[in-house]
């Protein structure tokens, strides 16, 4: 009864929709987002302890080498900052797509949260209030729109598995399975086509900003 619940109340309707409006309705989607900020003070505090060596080993997932983003290349900055969205949206997409995927799914938006989170404290620890500034005007307005994004897909990957999982036990979900996992598809490729904006807000406030801090 508790996953028909947190599937009925999900706020998504049962037909694909090309708008973001119906997930800040969701309060599955402010869930995600608590998870979110949960991780984002987590990773805040441990990256205050942490050094340059491991900023860089996390770089490929979380993206918190800020030589890349201070770098003058936007091609590098655009394909970094999309590989990561892609490998966590990837992720959900395989969850999504499993029995017992939205285990694993609700926790990606904390994961996520607290690679945020690394480069908040870590560029605080070494730079002060010169890195809260980097963290607003570079590194914010992309992790914004990603973060968003990631939040929205969990929502899809949970529900999509929940429903899965309910009509494999043939509780009475309706609608038909291969109608459920197009919509699926669908709207992970729609949130995967706008993480494109939160890599490109990362290259254009990198190519903006970027020069007026020498690290």
């Not at 119906?22 to 599955?28: D, G, I, Q, V």
């Not at 993206?63 to 999309?82: E, G, K, P, Q």
């Not at 809260?132 to 990631?150: D, T």
């Amino acid at each position: 009864m508790l996953m028909k619940r947190i599937i009925w109340s999900s706020g998504f309707p049962g037909k694909h929709r090309i708008s973001f409006i119906p997930y800040f309705k969701s309060t599955l989607f402010a869930g995600m987002m608590v998870m979110l900020f949960a991780g984002i003070i987590t990773g805040s505090f441990c990256g205050a302890s942490a050094d340059e060596a491991l900023m860089k080993k996390m770089n490929v997932i979380f993206l918190t080498d800020y030589h890349v983003r201070s770098s003058n290349n936007a091609a590098d900055v655009f394909i970094a900052s999309f590989a990561c969205s892609f490998i966590f949206l990837l992720t959900l997409l395989i969850c999504g797509l499993s029995l017992w995927g939205f285990i694993p799914s609700a926790a990606v938006p904390f994961i996520k949260g607290y690679g945020y989170g690394l480069s908040v404290g870590y560029l605080y620890s070494i730079y002060g209030f010169r890195g809260i500034i980097y963290n607003i005007l570079i590194i914010l307005p992309g992790a914004f729109i990603c973060c968003a994004v990631l939040c929205a897909a969990c929502c899809e990957s949970l529900t999509h598995s929940l429903r899965m999982l309910l009509s494999y036990r043939r509780s009475p979900v309706s609608d038909d399975p291969r109608t459920r996992i197009k919509q699926f598809l669908l709207s992970m490729l729609w949130l995967l086509f706008l993480s494109l904006f939160a890599a490109a807000a990362d290259v254009l406030f990198s190519v903006l900003f970027s020069r007026f801090f020498d690290f």
